[in-house]
């Protein structure tokens, strides 16, 4: 079962709240990542984490703070967007953090921020 | 030069075309490629796993030209339900597993 879930499914926020985007996965994979996604573009990758440790940090503005809080779940903690902000955030999961694993990649939450 | 080139289309084929998506890619470490095919608003979908040199299965055949940098994907009898954005990705060693995207070709498969 390649199963990634996020909730929630959309959100429209202000630029002064704070909201967290979940991700789940319970295929034993140990490395997970978030990414963001604009129309009509591919996904940019944001965060990488391994064996629950931040592994890759993509020049993301602080207003994202991603946690691991145990080798299942994924959060990114959101304070503070921009309207530019607005997209489509992407989880996906694989095996490994290594070069030959597949990732998968969840539904996305789909972000507005007004 | 971009990571990952590929033709951004929208290719227009009748049902039951053959359609042929290339890919090429400029790090030589290069190890692991992959398509993915990514539907409207949907999340994107491992579709293929590329090794080593070709592999078929059904209507689909995928090649890895090392050599030449270069990733194909070949749809035979193309149906309505390929119509799709196919997204070429390269990783790396030593990229731990960061994935580089193509800008994605737009397949419309018409009657």
């Not at chain 1, 704070?18 to 996604?37: F, I, N, P, T």
């Not at chain 1, 959101?78 to 309207?83: F, I, K």
């Not at chain 2, 075309?17 to 608003?41: E, H, K, L, P």
């Amino acid at each position: 079962d390649t199963e990634v879930t996020q909730t929630p499914k959309h959100l429209v926020m202000g630029m002064t709240n704070k909201k967290s985007l979940k991700c789940e996965q319970h295929m034993g994979h140990r490395a997970m990542y978030w990414y963001k996604q604009k129309a009509k573009k591919p996904p940019e990758l944001m965060f990488v984490y391994s064996y629950e440790k931040l592994s890759i940090n993509e020049s993301v503005p602080s207003r994202f703070s991603p946690e691991c809080p145990n080798s299942s779940l994924l959060n990114l903690h959101l304070h503070a967007l921009q309207p530019e902000d607005s997209a489509l955030y992407l989880c996906a999961s694989s095996q490994d953090k290594l070069a030959d694993y597949e990732q998968y990649f969840g539904p996305g939450t789909r972000l507005t921020v007004t | 030069r971009k990571e990952v080139e590929q033709d951004p289309g929208p290719f227009n084929v009748p049902e039951g075309a053959t359609v042929a998506f290339n890919c090429t890619y400029s790090n030589s470490a290069s190890q692991s490629f992959f398509w993915y095919r990514q539907d409207g608003r949907k999340e994107p979908r491992l579709l293929w796993a590329v090794y080593s040199g070709g592999s078929e299965d059904g209507r689909f055949t995928a090649q890895l030209n090392r050599a030449s940098q270069y990733i194909s994907l070949l749809i035979r009898d193309s149906k309505l339900s390929d119509s799709a954005t196919y997204l070429c990705v390269v990783s790396f060693t030593g990229g731990g597993n960061k994935l580089t995207f193509g800008t994605g070709t737009q397949l419309k498969v018409e009657l």
